[in-house]
């Protein structure tokens, strides 16, 4: 315990250092969520991702369009851009994640209702996009507004929050391995998500897994599409450097 | 419901076959509760008939024990070219079904 | 083959031992053993509950359940229970085997309200009930500790 003393008193620099070789959180996990994920029939995520697969050619809206309608097959036209967000987009004038592109894209061509924060049509849908690119490594965007983002997320990262006055690198950065009560504190990337948590018996969003690490230290969560979520959603995946996407991941 | 059956296209006569389904599905287990404070009613796919030309191969009885999403894998003869029937219903009298052609050469 | 069953069955048996003697002793566990059966106390043996001894998550515990049996016309199983008497509902499923069933081998995912031994009894086709059990630790309670 005496560890976690000294860490609560350490100045941030001191545990800024990343370790050189990445670890995505399935190496955390145990032999048996490690094959759920690879079970591509067997895999609870992948409900998910055959619905969003008959939303995608769903019409919607006023317009009356479906994503194929505009996207023709998701294997092909929808192949790496997961790998492209979040990231700043002009038209909307602020950072999108992948959540958020597609609601914009319902709301201005398909003339619908946005999809609700953790809604199944909204889950389904961005799992189903986000599959498209597993395996694929993110690029994090290079433009001003993007880079400035990035950087208040980082600033977020490592800022101390909450009644337990912990910031995201204490447990992430130096204590990845090592034991919180019965669960190994993995390195906090967030490649696989939308994933399926056990304990939340369904799909989730990294928004989600995030205000669950908010309210963890007892700091009040932003609500969903909050800016702070989405500039450390960008952040991360910058920090998650050469790890693959895995959505939809199988977590515990 | 959406679900998927995996079963495979074709198989040798006499082979064993394994059949697999998972269903989506919160399986409520009526012990929630909801941010309200207020019970969330219980809700789980109670039976589960999987039949193959008619005649019932396979069934579950399931309860609020089994894990939300559920996931079921067991292992057939193939004796005849046919076709396998998944039906299931839960709590709330909501049905769904499936249907997947074996092929035995 | 024959080696091989009977090695199942006496290692299932001796793994059953310590379950069947538990059995004898606690009342409330024979009487469900016996409302599920309709009478018969299950012998131990043949069943193989096969899951991890520490679960990940009590939401969701893979469970592969196999019996020992020849899965002939004649000699098969015919129904397989499996029970969690820790949870709130101790039966957790039923399964009816059909005659074109060609193992006795069902694998799914259960929940588990605690620490305890996932039991699975078989009814065979001559009437006689088995049983096997495996002890498996849970840390994230499902049921009584909301997610």
């Known amino acids: ?252 | 419901m959406l679900a998927r059956i995996q079963v495979p296209a074709q198989a040798r006569q006499g082979e064993i076959v394994t059949i697999r389904i998972a269903i989506q599905h919160p399986m409520e287990t009526g012990y929630r509760i909801d941010h309200f404070g207020r019970r969330i009613a219980r809700n789980v796919i109670h039976t589960l008939a999987v039949r193959f030309g008619g005649t019932e191969v396979f069934s579950a009885d399931m309860g609020s024990g089994v894990a939300a999403n559920p996931f079921l894998q067991f292992h057939v003869r193939a004796q005849a070219s046919g076709e396998f029937s998944f039906e299931w219903v839960d709590d709330s009298g909501a049905r769904g079904s499936e249907r997947a052609t074996l092929t035995v050469v | 083959m024959l080696h091989r069953r009977r090695f199942l069955l006496a290692a299932t048996t001796l793994a059953a031992v310590p379950l069947l003697a538990h059995a004898q002793s606690d009342p409330r566990r024979l009487a469900l053993l016996r409302e599920i059966t309709g009478g018969p106390l299950p012998a131990a043996g043949r069943v193989l509950v096969d899951t991890p001894p520490l679960a990940d998550n009590g939401h969701s515990v893979p469970v592969r359940i196999a019996v020992d049996s020849p899965m002939s016309a004649a000699d098969r199983v015919q129904q397989i229970v499996i029970l969690a008497e820790r949870n709130p509902r101790p039966v957790v499923a039923r399964y009816a085997l059909g005659p074109l069933c060609a193992r006795a081998e069902i694998s799914t995912r259960i929940r588990l309200a605690d620490i305890q031994e996932v039991v699975a009894l078989a009814r065979m086709s001559d009437g006689s009930w088995w049983m096997g059990g495996t002890r498996v630790i849970v840390t994230e309670l499902a049921c009584l500790e909301d997610g």
């Not at chain 1, 591509?40 to 994503?67: E, I, Y």
């Not at chain 1, 669960?183 to 369904?202: C, F, K, M, V």
């Not at chain 1, 963890?216 to 909050?226: K, T, Y």
Request: hydrophobic residues 40%; positive net charge.
């Open chain 1, 1 to 252: 315990m005496r560890w976690l003393a000294a860490l609560l008193c350490a100045p941030i620099t001191v545990l800024a250092a990343q370790p050189s070789a990445l670890r995505s959180g399935l190496e955390f996990a145990s032999a048996d969520v490690r094959a759920l994920q690879a079970d591509d029939f067997a895999n609870p995520g992948m409900l998910w991702v055959d619905r969003g697969a008959k939303l995608w050619s769903t019409p919607a809206g006023a317009a009356a369009q479906s994503c194929a309608g505009c996207h023709r097959e998701a294997a092909v036209s929808m192949k790496g851009v997961a790998t492209r967000y979040p990231r700043f987009d002009r038209e909307a004038g602020a950072v999108l994640n992948l959540e958020a592109r597609i609601n914009r894209c319902r709301s201005t061509r398909q003339q619908a209702d946005p999809l609700g924060f953790e809604s199944d049509e909204l889950l389904a849908l961005t799992a189903y996009v986000a599959h498209q690119s597993r395996g694929q490594v993110p690029i994090p965007a290079d433009d001003a507004a993007s880079r400035a983002a990035r950087e208040r997320g980082r600033e977020q990262y490592f800022r101390r929050q909450g009644q337990m006055n912990l910031a995201c690198t204490h447990c992430h950065d130096r204590l990845a391995g090592r034991r919180l009560l019965a669960e190994t504190i993995s390195e906090g990337h967030g490649n696989g998500y939308p994933a399926y948590r056990l304990e939340w018996q369904g799909l989730g969003s990294l928004q989600r897994r995030l205000r669950a690490c908010f309210t963890g230290v007892r700091a009040e969560a932003p609500p969903f599409g909050a800016p702070e979520l989405v500039e450390l959603e960008l952040y991360l995946t910058q920090r998650a450097g050469p790890l693959r996407i895995e959505t939809p991941a199988v977590r515990r």
